[in-house]
């Protein structure tokens, strides 16, 4: 495939808009490429204009490689804000501006191209390459949760995903918690307070007691960190001079093996009880969002070969790190067996989710060959 043609690609699924949602759009299309290069795939319905798509090539004979991107990305904001229109991919300096470009179209539109050229060039795959495009990874991990599932994962014998890696592999990452707390109370004036529970006040006593557990949490992982926590969205009330009959509270914790998601469930159930048994107060807590830590094999083949393919292209040596975020990987590790797994793909994190996001060009069209050695090698593998 000529460089224009892979470039033009990753344009054309830059240019739809696929924000938390509309990703069958961007299937669709990489079901259309695929085919014309004889490699079959399948949608995976999720909801309606979103959809998953899973496609194979090689004999199955030997060891099964897994690929994954996700279609999704987040909102841009204030395109007025954005040097270039944030769905109209630009070319400029080297660099390809546009929503999605680095987190992470690049990644996957790098490895469907890898598939392809290897197909195109009859390549002999001792095994199976497995393309797993999810939806909703911003927003849940929606997709690999359906596809591990259905057991799409469950034949793999390792993973990479091609999040904005660069230049490094990902071999590790916390887990992820969001939560809803729903503080119930009754309307008064606010000259007369005591007729009245003031809804703010009862959800202020379940912050306070959340950060006392914080503070007392010692342990930390030596790869990962700390455990965190963070109140990040809040609302209650709706006029000034009276008392707020309901206030909310959303909170996002990334978690460690030494503090992991069960233990703080417990916890967290713990306090709203305690607290519920006081007077006038009614805490309601939901869990919207638990994602379990990753921890792979650093000395796995699949890192391995990752760190040698890229040495070999680049003329650059990279190292295996952890990361505070949260993949697809959260849910495909849940698949019937263990498997290794890497995060690795062009781009860098730090533009992610940003104004005039972008991929360096070379940066992008080295991780297709990246990937097509990697496959290669792991596959000659038994």
Sequence with gaps: MEQQERLQILKDIINIDSTNGNEEA???????????????????QYAEKRASLVSEIGDGGNRVLGLSGH?????????????????????????????????????????????????????????????????????????????????????LDALVIGEPSGPRIWYAHKGSMNYTVTSYGKNAHSSMPEFGVNAIDNLALF??????????????????????????????????????????????????????NDEIKNVFAKIVDKLNAEKNVKLELVWDYDKLPVFSDKDSDIAKIGQA???????????????????????????????????????VIETAHQIDEYVAIENYTDMIEVYKEMIIQFLAEK
Excluded: C
């Design 26 to 44: 961007v299937a669709n299309y990489l079901g259309e490429l695929l085919s014309r290069h004889g490699i079959d795939s399948k949608k995976v």
């Design 71 to 155: 279609m999704d990305v987040v909102d841009a904001g204030d395109p007025e804000k954005w040097t270039y229109p944030p769905f109209e991919a630009t070319e400029k300096d080297g660099k390809l501006y546009g929503r999605g470009s680095t987190d992470m179209k690049s990644g996957l539109a790098a490895m469907v191209i890898a598939m392809i050229e290897l197909k195109d060039e009859k390549k002999n795959l001792p095994g199976k390459v497995k393309l797993l495009a999810t939806v909703g990874e911003e927003v849940g991990e929606l997709g690999a949760e359906q596809l591990t599932s259905e057991g799409y994962a469950d034949d």
């Design 207 to 260: 912050y306070n007691e959340v950060e006392k557990f914080v503070a007392s949490v010692k342990e930390t992982n030596p790869l990962l960190g700390n455990f965190t926590h963070n109140a990040t969205v809040i609302s209650g009330g709706n006029q000034v001079n009276s008392i707020p009959e309901l206030a909310k509270m959303q909170g996002n914790i990334r978690t460690i093996p030494e503090v992991d």
């Design 309 to 347: 393919a890229y040495e070999k292209q680049a003329g650059q040596k990279i190292d295996l790190v952890t990361s505070p975020g949260t993949t697809d990987a959260a849910e495909f590790i849940k698949a019937k067996k263990e498997f290794p797994v890497i995060i690795f793909g062009p781009g």
